[in-house]
């Protein structure tokens, strides 16, 4: 752009300049012939008489350019009398001489304003003309013209070698500019190129190998691009440092966790155990202690439950490989259906489940954990008469593969909006009050996903008043299937609905 518009007004101010010099030089020249239309007194051979006679006879004195006109303009404004120089080469011989002009240019010139200043006139088939009016001592007005088509070609040769020669200089700065840029970007882009990588590393979490460095090269402080380089690495080696020490300090908060809760586990035990001998013991006991005994062991068997939890998801976040059986989801789901039906009468409980074996590759017992926490949240924030429905799909999903879908649906009141997009985090709760009169911690969920992320999984929620679904996707256990494949024709396949 710089180049474009240097260009452009070196080529305007030439432009300018050669034309006012050129018509400069064109007007001097018409001047210098329209003197003699007008000689002084005096002059020898140009008597008063015979310039009355013959005002246009300068054009037959020679010197001027072919082509040079003039033209008789009474004061009525119309040309009386006109000619033009012409070459003629009659006989080998090269003589001036003149002819008339035609009706339509006497016309155009007898229009130029005659007040004794330089006009622009073009005349119909002999081009653009230059042309001045003079008054003689006659009386008369004769217009004076040269023609101005040798300094229009020329200022018209300049503009095209102008526009040429700007339009090649840009072509060649343009490509000189690219090359130069992209030499000179390079080292910048493979730094950025080391960004980007290290953008793309999944830093949120666990151990992070973060060896992504810019090269030695691209790392001098003696150039720009370098000190870029030598920043980033510098920035890199604290982050590396930083999320080192993030890993230690988690992996010290969960193994701390994780002994708290195992050796809470023992203790609580006894609890309960000391608890429940006291109140069914022979000892006599009062109303109040039978209770307050009751009432320590309900909560024992609560903070046992906690204790769980915990040390479940502390063994889940610190990576503790689970056992690796193939398990068929289908039965699991029954089960679970089944004890749930019976710790919530109220509730009706539905199943829905494929006919061929929903086969997934994990622990049956974290997968039923899975199932009693889903189940027990429809059943726990839910009012009585909420149906639940437990449904196990089997299929191909896109970008997934074959993938077993287990949902439990409810149609109760939803979970508040404020909560869904928190719901899966620890000690996410509801109405706090009402979920821990229900002795609720806000774990199970945050357990659910921890569980099927294990698993490879993934686990999402839709909900609102009416409908909530809990959505479980795990990777179906491929040899399994296959195995198991030729004994079921996917065009049978039906889903069973059973009402427990
Ligand atoms: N089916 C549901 N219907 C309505 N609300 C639900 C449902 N499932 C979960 N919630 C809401 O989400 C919250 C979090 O559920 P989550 O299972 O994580 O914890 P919790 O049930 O409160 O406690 P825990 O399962 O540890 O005993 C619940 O407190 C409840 O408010
Ligand atoms: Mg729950």
């Not at 062991?297 to 609560?302: L, Q």
């Not at 999984?457 to 795990?474: A, E, H, K, M, Y």
């Amino acid at each position: 752009m710089l180049i474009a518009v240097v260009a452009a007004v070196i080529g305007a101010v030439t432009t300018i300049a050669f034309d006012s010099y050129m018509y400069g030089k064109l007007d001097d020249q018409l001047r210098g012939i329209a003197v003699r239309a007008d000689p002084p007194r005096g002059l020898p051979g140009l008597g008063g008489l015979e310039r009355m006679d013959q005002p246009l006879e300068f054009l037959g004195g020679g010197g001027q350019p072919f082509g040079t006109v003039g033209a008789v303009v009474a004061d009525s404004g119309e040309v009386t009398e006109s000619r033009r120089t012409v070459e003629n080469t009659t006989g080998g011989q090269r003589r001036d001489s003149s002819v008339p002009l035609t009706e339509a240019q006497n016309d155009k010139l007898a229009a130029v304003a005659r007040d004794g200043k330089v006009h622009s006139v073009e005349l119909p088939g002999l081009g653009g003309y230059r042309a001045v009016s003079v008054s003689t001592e006659a009386g008369l007005d004769v217009l004076v013209g040269i023609p101005s088509g040798e300094v229009e070609d020329a200022l018209s040769t300049l503009i095209v070698v102008e526009v040429c020669v700007a339009g090649a200089g840009l072509i060649a700065a343009g490509i000189a500019g690219t090359v130069l840029v992209g030499v000179a970007l390079r080292p910048l882009r493979r730094v950025a190129a080391t960004a980007t990588r290290v953008s793309e590393l999944p830093l949120h979490s666990g151990e992070v190998a973060l060896h992504e460095r810019v090269p030695d090269a691209e790392a001098d402080p003696r150039t720009e691009v370098g000190q870029v380089g030598g920043a980033l690495n510098r920035m890199l080696d604290h982050v590396h440092s930083a999320l080192h020490a993030r890993q230690e300090s988690e992996t010290r908060v969960r193994q701390f966790v994780a002994d708290a809760s195992h050796e809470l586990r023992t203790p609580l035990a006894s609890i309960r155990g000391y608890a429940e001998l006291t109140r069914r013991g022979g000892e006599p006991v009062g109303t109040d202690t039978r209770h307050a005994l009751g009432r320590i062991e309900a909560e024992a068997i609560r903070m046992t439950g906690l204790v769980e939890d915990l040390l479940l998801l502390a063994r889940l976040d610190a990576g503790r490989p689970l056992s690796q059986e193939s398990t068929d989801l289908s039965p699991l789901v029954v089960d679970a259906v089944s004890d749930a039906r019976a710790a919530g009468q109220d509730h009706k409980w539905l199943l829905e489940l494929p006919v061929e074996p929903a086969t997934v590759r994990g622990d049956g017992a974290r997968l039923h954990q899975v199932l009693v926490n889903l189940l027990g949240n429809a059943r726990t924030h839910t009012p009585p008469g909420t149906t639940v429905t437990a449904r196990v799909r089997c299929g191909d999903i896109p970008g997934a593969g074959p993938t077993v879908v287990l949902e439990v649906e409810d149609d109760g009141p939803g979970i508040p909006p404020q909560l869904l997009p928190h719901v899966f985090e620890r000690f996410a709760r509801g109405d706090a009050s009402r979920s821990r009169h229900a002795g609720s911690t806000g774990l199970g969920l945050a357990i659910v996903q921890a569980v099927v992320d294990a698993h490879g999984g993934t686990v999402g929620v839709r909900s609102g008043p009416g409908r909530t679904v809990v959505g479980v996707r795990l990777p179906a256990d491929l040899p399994a299937l296959a195995a198991l494949a030729p004994a079921y024709d996917s065009q049978t396949r039906h889903r069973h609905i059973t009402q427990l």
